[in-house]
């Protein structure tokens, strides 16, 4: 069974650009999550879907993030314009059903903001 | 506020050795517990976890202990090899609430040989 997988694996953009990240979870996995963690800090939470819905996006830092989960398989996470706070490691993770249960992560992306 | 903090940010034992990471969680509403490794270059992966009705539970190698009088969660990981080199991470949720992980900073272990 393949994992979450994420993509780009990194990227590196100048201050006022676009980057999009994106997701994809474990097949048939109706919860999607997305989580960063910036240099020295926790990783937290950003916002969570379930299928194409937003079940919570109450870690979502302001409104240069934008998320999307149309069809409810794959996420997108935009981040328009980007500023230099925002470099840090996006992850993903994916879990089965509507109660709580074991998230699976992917690998990150790693985005660097100059 | 919700909050999970570790004890020690970084930890070495030598191969062999048992190791025990330490954590602290704050909300004692929390009901749900879970240990993650992370290994340089990928993203945390599920160890161990445990829920508030007890108070250890074991795995391949690794231990969880969960005190809910002092607010205290504990991995010991058996014979430690060089593989367990890793950041690892605890994290927190309540299982009835948002199903988001509340994760402490993480500690790096270090496995010398």
């Known amino acids: 069974e393949a994992g979450v997988t994420q993509f780009p694996s990194h990227s590196v953009i100048e201050k006022g650009q676009t980057v999009t990240l994106r997701c994809d979870p474990i097949?048939?996995?109706?919860?999607l999550y997305w989580y960063r963690r910036v240099m020295g800090k926790e990783i937290k939470f950003l916002l969570h879907?379930?299928?194409?819905?937003?079940?919570?996006e109450s870690g979502m830092p302001n409104n240069r993030f934008l998320a999307e989960r149309t069809g409810g398989t794959y996420s997108t996470l935009k981040v328009q314009p980007a500023e230099l706070e925002d470099s840090g490691v996006y992850f993903c993770?994916?879990?089965?059903?509507?109660?709580?249960?074991?998230?699976?992560f992917g690998p990150g992306t790693r985005l660097l903001v100059l | 506020g919700e909050s999970v903090g570790l004890h020690l940010p970084t930890l070495s034992v030598q191969e062999g050795d048992n190791s025990i990471i330490n954590c602290a969680y704050s909300?004692?509403?929390?009901?749900?517990f879970i240990w993650y490794k992370q290994e340089s270059g990928k993203g945390p992966q599920f160890i161990i976890d445990?829920?508030?009705?007890?108070d250890k539970r074991q795995g391949q190698r690794v231990t969880v202990l969960l005190n809910k009088t002092v607010k205290h969660l504990s991995l010991q990981i058996a014979a430690t090899q060089p593989g367990d080199s890793a950041v690892y991470f605890c994290?927190?949720?309540?299982?009835?609430?948002?199903?988001?992980?509340?994760f402490g900073q993480g500690t790096r272990l270090t496995i010398n040989p």
């Open positions: 993770a994916s879990s089965p059903g509507l109660v709580f249960e074991t998230q699976y």
């Open positions: 097949s048939g996995h109706d919860n």
């Open positions: 879907f379930v299928k194409e819905s937003k079940q919570d």
């Open positions: 909300n004692s509403a929390s009901d749900y």
């Open positions: 445990i829920r508030s009705n007890m």
């Open positions: 994290a927190e949720n309540i299982i009835q609430g948002a199903q988001k992980l509340v």
